[in-house]
């Protein structure tokens, strides 16, 4: 963890005791278990505000109050740069995540009015249907390499489900999926960006002209302090939807199916009693955070005895919180009876960005576990072929081979 980079490439106002190596996109680890590799950051020498030279160098508070703190504090972190990756925030220009307040407020007023619970708890039965068919194809095979043939499928039905257009868009959307979520290098990121714009733009351009009860027409029937969205604005905003829900959720499945699988006792409990599900849901959710974030500092910052500079960027990963002792009992037990508030830990954020999907996540978990549990008999990891990760913004299983009887 010690570095070796030139002292030159580091910033004056960075003291020495604070600089590390970590390279957030490739813990020494990760393919094998992302979070394990993270937690070498727990480690009492290394600090808890620490400076990584990888990446070009940038904060990474290894602490799991720091992390929630700075998350919280969007006067000071703005969101604007969106990664550590240069570049990547000129290109996406999410809305509402790359805004500050006051400014992200009526964006993000107008996209929480479309994820209203009524709309989620209406799109279950659509949810619970995708995934019955899913594992009643799967079930006589025996096997299955879960993240292909489910984890990655589910999202996208769900989301055109919510845009309200035909399933069989599937195909187009599928390989843009694909690439979001298992990027090949065959992609730039302007590339990804505008395949998504492309496959979009006819129905944003619909939803503006003429709105109906689908996702997109309720964000952009609420105007944004009494005006009407610009097409620009709403292609950004379908774009952080786009981006925002897919990749994210086919890695909560994937960290949910892994820890089932290698955990016989806790898929027992949960088909002894499936009342508990929502509870195992949410411990899941929190035990197998698989998101990280950047911010830019607005201006000058004190924190843990440093000082920090405007226009730094720092990166929190939510692992860092919600596996810290300190923050949470025995915290990388899964306790289902874990009496556990969703807004604490860090799993969908904190503060204003807070994830407007967290409700739809939640339910899509649910039903998954309800669905698969109650259709499979017990299963396990392959023992012949092993599971894979990569570490990244969503840190995720690229390969989870399962098997049952
Ligand atoms: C398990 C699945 C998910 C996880 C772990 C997750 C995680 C997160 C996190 C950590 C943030 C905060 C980002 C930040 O502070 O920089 C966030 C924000 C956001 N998420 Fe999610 N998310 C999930 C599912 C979804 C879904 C299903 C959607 C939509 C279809 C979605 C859309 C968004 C949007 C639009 C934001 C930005 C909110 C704002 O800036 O006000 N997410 N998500």
Redesign the pocket.
């Known amino acids: 963890m010690a570095t070796s980079a030139d002292p030159a490439t580091i910033p004056d106002h960075v003291p020495a005791d604070r600089v590390i190596d970590f390279d957030i996109f490739a813990p020494p680890g990760a393919d094998r278990d992302y979070f394990a590799a993270w937690l070498a950051l727990r480690d009492p020498a290394i600090p808890a505000l620490a400076w990584t030279t990888a990446n070009g160098g940038h904060w990474l508070p290894t602490r799991g109050d720091l992390v929630r703190e700075i998350?919280g504090d969007a006067g000071r972190f703005s969101?604007e740069s969106l990664a550590v990756v240069p570049g990547l925030g000129e290109v996406m220009e999410f809305i509402?995540?790359q805004l500050d307040p006051p400014e992200?407020k009526p964006f993000?007023n107008a996209?929480m009015r479309g994820f209203g619970n009524s709309h989620m708890v209406a799109m279950t039965p659509l949810v619970r249907a995708v995934t019955r068919e899913l594992i009643a194809g799967l079930k006589p095979q025996g096997a299955c390499e879960f993240m292909q043939s489910f984890a990655e499928i589910v999202?996208i039905h769900v989301?055109l489900t919510?845009i309200d257009v035909p399933v069989e868009d599937r195909a187009r959307l599928r390989p843009l999926g694909q690439q979001l979520t298992r990027p090949d290098g065959s992609m730039t990121v302007t590339q990804l960006r505008d395949a998504a714009d492309e496959y979009l733009r006819p129905y944003v351009e619909a939803r503006l002209a003429d709105p109906g009860d689908d996702l997109f027409s309720r964000i952009l029937s609420v105007p944004i302090e009494g005006r009407a969205w610009t097409f620009s604005e709403a292609q950004r905003m379908c774009r952080?939807?786009l981006f925002?829900?897919l990749d994210?959720?086919v890695?909560?499945f994937g960290s949910i199916a892994a820890h089932l699988a290698r955990n016989p006792d806790d898929q027992a409990l949960l088909r002894a009693d499936p009342a508990i599900i929502p509870a195992a849901a949410d411990e899941l959710?929190r035990r197998y955070?698989?998101?990280a974030?950047t911010r830019n500092l607005t201006c000058d910052v004190e924190m843990d005895g440093v000082t920090m500079k405007e226009g730094d960027l720092i990166y929190l990963a939510?692992v860092l919180h919600n596996l810290d002792p300190a923050s949470f009992e025995d915290p990388e037990r899964v306790d289902f009876t874990r009496e556990l508030n969703p807004v604490r830990h860090?799993?969908?954020?904190n503060g204003?960005?807070?994830?407007?999907?967290?409700g739809?996540?939640r339910m899509e978990a649910i039903v998954f576990l309800e669905e698969w549990l109650s259709a499979m008999p017990e299963f396990r990891l392959d023992p012949d072929r092993p599971a894979r990760m990569r570490a990244g913004n969503v840190g995720a299983f690229t390969e989870l081979h399962l098997r049952w009887d």
């Open positions: 998350w969101s509402p995540l992200h993000r996209v999202p989301f919510l952080n939807l925002g829900g994210t959720v890695a909560m959710m955070p698989t998101v974030v939510s860090t799993t969908m954020g204003v960005h807070r994830c407007v999907g967290a739809l996540a």
